[in-house]
């Protein structure tokens, strides 16, 4: 049966905070996995730039003694060579880590706030701790 108008935004609200929740858990895990995977890039291309005498041009020891100007221009050069890779193996990490998680099943519709009694998805599925239902562990997230 529908629910009352109030009811219904009362609801509408709680699957739009979860669902909001849900994304910054999705975002959060993105950005660290990233972060720890892009690190390479990061620290080379940071280096590269710092010792370089038309970008920063540090006075840090080894700026003068190991990198030069064509050291660190290599620097650079290297770290955007190899970010391209890396961004692949960080999206495909966290594409597998979200899917052995669950984490986009977790997102509700909004139609689910419309009518009482609706079961939320991700019950009818088996959890969020996987198969605990006796589900298909094949079940995708995304269709």
Not at 63 to 89: E, H, K, Q, W, Y
Not at 113 to 121: C, D, Q
Request: hydrophobic share 50%; charged share 15%.
């Amino acid at each position: 049966e529908p629910r009352s108008t109030c009811s219904c935004w009362a609801w509408t609200l709680l699957i739009a905070t979860m669902n909001l929740l849900v994304f910054f858990i999705n975002l959060l895990l993105m950005l660290v996995i990233f972060t720890i995977v892009l690190l390479p890039t990061i620290v080379v291309v940071y280096f590269g730039f710092q010792c370089h005498s038309r970008v920063l041009h540090s006075t840090a020891r080894y700026c003068r003694t190991i990198l030069d100007d064509n050291s660190s221009s290599a620097l650079i050069i290297l770290g955007f060579v190899i970010m391209s890779p890396l961004i692949v193996v960080a999206m495909a990490t966290y594409c597998s880590l979200a899917r052995r998680l669950r984490l986009l099943m977790c997102f509700q519709p909004c139609s689910r706030a419309l009518y009482k009694g609706v079961k939320w998805r991700w019950y009818e599925e088996g959890g969020l701790c996987g198969c605990a239902r006796g589900c298909n562990p094949h079940v995708k997230a995304w269709v």
